[in-house]
């Protein structure tokens, strides 16, 4: 069983705590901080399961996608703490036909839906996830 956080939704303020592998000689293997900022919308570009943050400080990098799997908190600007969500089987597949025959693969995770059709790869939706959804 993997247990995951309810990821808050675009515009709110938030502080994301997070472990990552440290590469500085002498320390343990992992390392973790925390960062402040507002969570944007993700792009067509944000890889999946990752939660897009822009920081608070003032930093070359102000945008942060952090993967889901190594947040260790999530905390609200008025206090409150994100939920933990326990998933059990987090990730399903379907073989779908397409209107030519071809058969693609549509997943399912806990945050995203893809399909390897040319369609999603273009426009990041397609009609097979759409026809799965509906039902």
């Known amino acids: 069983m993997k247990t995951h956080y309810t ?4 515009g709110c303020k938030v502080a994301i705590t997070f472990v990552f592998p440290s590469y500085v000689l002498g320390s343990p293997g992992i390392s973790k901080t925390t960062i402040t900022g507002i969570v944007e919308k993700a792009t ?3 890889p999946p ?3 897009r943050l822009l920081t608070d400080f003032d930093s070359p990098v102000r ?3 952090i993967p889901i799997e190594r947040i260790t908190n999530i905390e609200y600007n008025d206090g409150r703490i994100a939920l933990k969500e326990d ?3 987090d990730v399903k597949s379907w073989t779908v036909q397409g209107s030519r025959g071809n058969s693609y693969v549509v997943v399912r995770t806990i945050h995203r839906w893809s399909c390897t059709c040319p ?3 273009f426009r990041k939706s397609c009609r097979h996830i759409k026809e799965l ?3």
Not at 7 to 10: K, L, M, Q, T
């Open 44 to 46: 067509k570009f944000t």
């Open 119 to 121: 369609g999603f790869q």
């Open 49 to 51: 399961n990752f939660v």
């Open 7 to 10: 990821i808050p939704e675009s």
């Open 87 to 89: 998933k059990v089987g």
């Open 63 to 65: 945008v942060r996608e």
């Open 133 to 135: 959804q509906n039902g």
